[in-house]
Nanobody, 122 residues
Framework: QVTLVESGGGSAQAGGSLSLSCVLS????????VAWFRQGPGKEREFVAG????????YYSDPVKGRFAASRDNPKNTAYLRLNRLNSEDTGVYYC???????????????WGKGTLVTVSS
């Protein structure tokens, strides 16, 4: 059974940075595309960023493009999301997700982590 565990959430001031990690266990990590979703207060869960199994392709939603960076270290079974130039709209619970397919929306996700909270104060 594949499980995903996120870490690295916390509080930051607007303009600051945070780094999130996601460790996959119970499967061959390189087989899975990894994506990050978030859910802000009173909002629906939305796609944020994704990275292919081999790490050669990363893709982003428009609100975070140029500010966030997805990466992965396959020997460590770990994916990362670097959050830069944070603003209050980035506040929310960030979820790691995995799928053997390219993840562009939540319907394509096979496995979810439980999430980690990011709070940005102005």
């Amino acid at each position: 059974q594949v499980t995903l565990v996120e870490s690295g959430g916390g509080s930051a001031q607007a303009g600051g940075s945070l780094s999130l990690s996601c460790v996959l266990s119970g499967g061959t990590f390189s087989r899975y595309d990894v994506a990050w979703f978030r859910q802000g207060p009173g909002k629906e869960r939305e796609f944020v960023a994704g990275i292919s199994g081999g790490g050669g392709w990363d893709y982003y939603s428009d609100p975070v493009k140029g500010r966030f960076a997805a990466s992965r270290d396959n020997p460590k079974n770990t994916a990362y999301l670097r959050l830069n130039r944070l603003n209050s709209e980035d506040t929310g619970v960030y979820y790691c997700a995995a799928s053997t397919a390219t993840i562009s929306n939540a319907n394509l996700v096979e496995y979810w982590g439980k999430g980690t909270l990011v709070t940005v104060s102005s």
